[in-house]
């Protein structure tokens, strides 16, 4: 699996990206042969190699000829995109972002997706940026695109609508999911733009993943900047891991002074709050005294509530956060019919083969107090109907 790894200590815009991608070997010819296609005129492409905080990284200039480009709503770029002789998934892709991003400003200016007209999303330097990014990325072949916490800025900046904070609103919508932080800079360091396409294609956000590095690139802004190098940078690398995999977060507290009778309760209302999984550990902690470790898996997005259930439902003063890599097989549910009634079977899959089989274990409950037949003859009947699923 290839993987393209976006690092945004300097924020994130829709030129960076493209700059970051030429590096990378994204070819100027390539772009505009692209771009060609969507049969558009009134702008020229240039790069050039610039240094940002003494580090050389690739800069694109998007010359517009004309003096005022027309508003355009969703529909007219949508028509732009589908109209032309793109593969289609850069077509769908490009159209995916595009669709987002006229969402997030029709929801801050409190219009109708329809109605949305501003120079955002209608900029024909807009439409290059997220076209030309989709098809760098999909021209060096990735298979993956991860990206780090977002350096968002700080203070306000000067939009079509008036002076406003950064992050800018629609900037801030579209960043919703992923990490984002300020490290004071005082300028706007995530566009509406750059949000919209890398929330759009990023799969998951993290640290460097574990990966064999093949290439980096660095993608740079407009300014220099006093405190940080303004470039964007990404890494591109391999996997041997094929397993389709997720994030997934792991929470910890150890407990040693409260009550046992409450730990069903907490993994009750663990498992009400979206908990993926939740199991109980006894340890032994500092002066050798016995205690429970409390492990909880969740998605990402839902860690927090659950670090705040922990606190308030625990004893515990403390909860630790993992977020790491989970690889999971594809999962099915398929029905079987046994002597004693329908059970269901849960099927794992690599590659489309068969590698686990296992009765749901509620059904086979349930048809153990029907019948009055012992749970294991009910799961073996299961296991043996199933049998059958392996040779189909």
């Not at 000829?65 to 355009?72: D, E, I, M, W």
């Not at 566009?191 to 660095?218: D, Q």
């Amino acid at each position: 699996m290839r993987i393209a790894y976006f690092d945004c200590f300097c924020g994130i815009s829709g030129d960076m990206i493209l700059g970051a991608l030429l590096d990378l070997g994204f070819k100027l010819e390539d772009l505009r042969s692209i771009l060609g296609q969507l049969n558009i005129s009134g702008f020229d492409l240039q790069e050039r190699s610039v240094k940002r905080g003494g580090i050389t990284g690739r800069k694109i200039d998007i010359n517009i000829s004309q003096k005022s480009q027309p508003l355009r709503n969703l529909t007219h770029i949508r028509q732009i995109i589908e109209q032309s002789s793109l593969s289609n998934t850069i077509k769908n892709t490009s159209c995916h972002i595009f669709n987002r991003l006229a969402k997030a400003e029709a929801r801050i200016h409190g219009l109708t997706i329809e109605k949305v007209h501003f120079h955002e999303i209608g900029a024909l330097d807009t439409i290059i940026d997220v076209v030309g990014a989709v098809a760098g990325l999909n021209l060096l072949k990735i298979d993956k695109v991860s990206v780090s916490a977002i350096n968002v800025g700080s203070g306000t900046v000067n939009t079509q609508h008036g002076m406003l904070p950064v992050p800018a609103p629609a900037a801030l919508e579209l960043l919703k999911g992923l990490n984002i932080y300020s490290d004071g800079t005082d300028c706007e360091l995530a566009t509406p733009t750059g949000a919209a396409i890398i929330s759009s294609l990023a799969e998951n956000y993290s640290s460097y993943p574990k990966m064999r590095v093949n290439a980096i690139g660095y993608g740079a802004g407009n300014r220099q900047i006093k405190n940080i190098p303004n470039l964007l940078r990404i890494t591109i690398g391999d996997t041997h891991c094929n397993y389709p995999s997720e994030q997934i977060s792991i929470l910890e507290a150890d407990i040693d002074d409260m009550n046992p009778e409450y730990y069903g309760w907490i993994m009750k209302k663990a498992f009400e709050a979206g908990a993926v999984d939740v199991c109980m550990i006894p340890i032994y902690i500092k002066n050798n005294r016995p205690a429970t470790r409390i492990n909880i898996l969740s998605l990402p997005e839902d860690a927090q509530n659950l670090a705040g259930l922990l606190l308030s439902e625990t004893t515990s003063l403390g909860v630790r956060i993992f977020t790491t890599e989970r690889i999971k097989l594809e999962r099915k549910i398929r029905p079987v019919q046994t002597l004693f009634g329908q059970v269901n079977v849960k099927i794992a899959l690599l590659d489309g083969k068969i590698k686990n089989i296992a009765p749901e274990y509620r059904d086979c409950i349930r048809l153990a107090d029907t019948t009055k037949r012992p749970l294991k003859e009910i799961y073996q009947a299961a296991l043996t109907a199933a049998d059958a699923l392996i040779n189909e």
